[in-house]
């Protein structure tokens, strides 16, 4: 009987590309995930890595076994859920993750009312973005994650991941009340070629997001304050020194002498809940009627004063 530790390894090698990677998931040591593959290949008999450059790739065995792995993964994970649709009592552990916008407005609601129902129930939360959720959420990292699918850029979810749309957003623009076109109601981002920008840090997902679309738009935005959060851009605007792309779904209350108007084209955006269909069990069916309630709370109300 193969050694189900060893087995996880060799599958978080096969996800995650790199055995440093594989042990960061795992929470070991790259020495420890290196020990379980080589008593693994002992136990099989044939090789299952091989060198590639400093690293090692899988090889045909070795993706075979991983494979199998995943699918055992799966079954097990089945299994648990199976066994705790047979308590009375929601328990065990939920982790959750979500994009920063409903971080701020509907998960801490949503998560108040899923332990105030569910008082045994161990929540933990983690706050990123689609590109890290979805990966995060195919590992077993999270249970159950809130992303989002811009119409400029859909999001491809993998197999094996059930989900459906709770929310439907739009991203604004932010324009100092003394701008030229802030008496608008709507505004061209391609009229807005000359400014200065204020959106978020490089390698983050509305950075590329920003800056592709506007690159479609015909310019390479002007992009001067790299800034972590929507409120804190939104200041820069108040201040003269840029404009800025923010959600609606983040609910920042604009600054005297900001003004939020639609954009042309319009930046729409669809919020998903994903989780494991696999992992169907009823702390996550708990989480899923939480979350979609919180949503469907959410009001209309306009951001501009």
Same mark, same amino acid.
């Given at each position: 009987? !193969?050694?189900?530790?060893?087995l996880?390894?060799?599958?978080a090698?096969a996800?995650?590309?790199?055995?440093?990677?594989?042990?960061?998931?795992?929470?070991?040591?790259?020495?420890?995930?290196?020990?379980?593959?080589?008593? !693994?290949?002992?136990? #099989?008999?044939?090789?299952?890595l091989?060198?590639?450059?400093?690293?090692?790739?899988?090889?045909?065995?070795g993706?075979? !076994?991983a494979?199998?792995?995943?699918?055992?993964?799966?079954?097990?994970?089945?299994?648990?859920?199976?066994?705790?649709?047979?308590?009375?009592?929601?328990?065990?552990?939920?982790?959750?993750?979500?994009?920063?916008?409903?971080?701020?407005? #509907?998960?801490p609601?949503a998560?108040?009312?899923?332990?105030q129902?569910?008082?045994?129930?161990?929540?933990?939360?983690?706050?990123g973005?689609?590109?890290?959720?979805?990966?995060?959420?195919i590992?077993?990292?999270?249970?159950?994650?809130?992303?989002?699918?811009?119409?400029?850029?859909?999001?491809?979810?993998?197999?094996?991941?059930?989900?459906?749309?709770?929310?439907d957003?739009?991203?604004?623009?932010?324009?100092?009340?003394?701008?030229?076109?802030?008496?608008?109601?709507?505004?061209?981002?391609?009229?807005?070629?000359?400014?200065a920008?204020?959106?978020? =840090?490089?390698?983050t997902?509305?950075?590329?997001?920003t800056?592709?679309?506007?690159?479609?738009?015909?310019?390479?935005?002007r992009?001067?304050?790299?800034?972590?959060?929507?409120?804190?851009?939104v200041?820069?605007?108040?201040?003269g020194?840029?404009?800025?792309?923010?959600?609606?779904?983040?609910?920042?209350?604009?600054?005297?002498?900001?003004?939020?108007?639609? =954009?042309?084209?319009?930046?729409?955006?669809?919020?998903?809940?994903?989780?494991? =269909?696999?992992?169907d069990?009823?702390?996550?069916?708990?989480?899923?009627?939480?979350?979609?309630?919180?949503?469907?709370?959410?009001?209309?109300?306009?951001?501009?004063?």
């Amino acid at each position: 009987m !193969l050694n189900l530790e060893r087995l996880r390894a060799l599958h978080a090698v096969a996800e995650t590309g790199s055995v440093a990677a594989a042990a960061r998931d795992l929470h070991v040591t790259p020495s420890g995930i290196s020990q379980q593959l080589n008593k !693994l290949e002992r136990e #099989v008999g044939v090789p299952l890595l091989a060198p590639q450059g400093r690293g090692v790739r899988l090889t045909e065995a070795g993706w075979v !076994l991983a494979r199998r792995t995943g699918e055992v993964l799966s079954v097990l994970a089945q299994a648990e859920a199976e066994i705790a649709s047979l308590q009375s009592e929601v328990t065990g552990r939920l982790r959750v993750g979500a994009l920063v916008s409903p971080s701020r407005t #509907v998960l801490p609601r949503a998560i108040a009312e899923i332990k105030q129902n569910h008082p045994r129930l161990e929540i933990t939360f983690h706050e990123g973005e689609s590109e890290e959720l979805l990966p995060a959420l195919i590992r077993r990292d999270l249970d159950i994650v809130v992303v989002d699918s811009w119409s400029t850029a859909p999001v491809e979810l993998p197999d094996g991941i059930s989900f459906i749309p709770v929310h439907d957003d739009v991203a604004v623009v932010a324009l100092p009340a003394s701008h030229p076109l802030a008496d608008n109601k709507i505004v061209a981002l391609s009229d807005l070629s000359d400014q200065a920008w204020a959106t978020w =840090t490089p390698g983050t997902d509305f950075h590329a997001f920003t800056v592709r679309m506007l690159r479609a738009q015909g310019f390479d935005p002007r992009i001067e304050y790299e800034v972590a959060e929507f409120p804190a851009q939104v200041e820069f605007v108040a201040q003269g020194l840029a404009v800025a792309l923010i959600p609606r779904l983040a609910k920042v209350v604009p600054p005297e002498g900001v003004r939020m108007l639609d =954009t042309i084209p319009p930046l729409g955006r669809s919020i998903y809940l994903a989780w494991r =269909t696999d992992s169907d069990r009823p702390a996550v069916r708990a989480a899923v009627e939480a979350l979609r309630r919180q949503f469907d709370a959410l009001d209309g109300q306009p951001l501009n004063p």
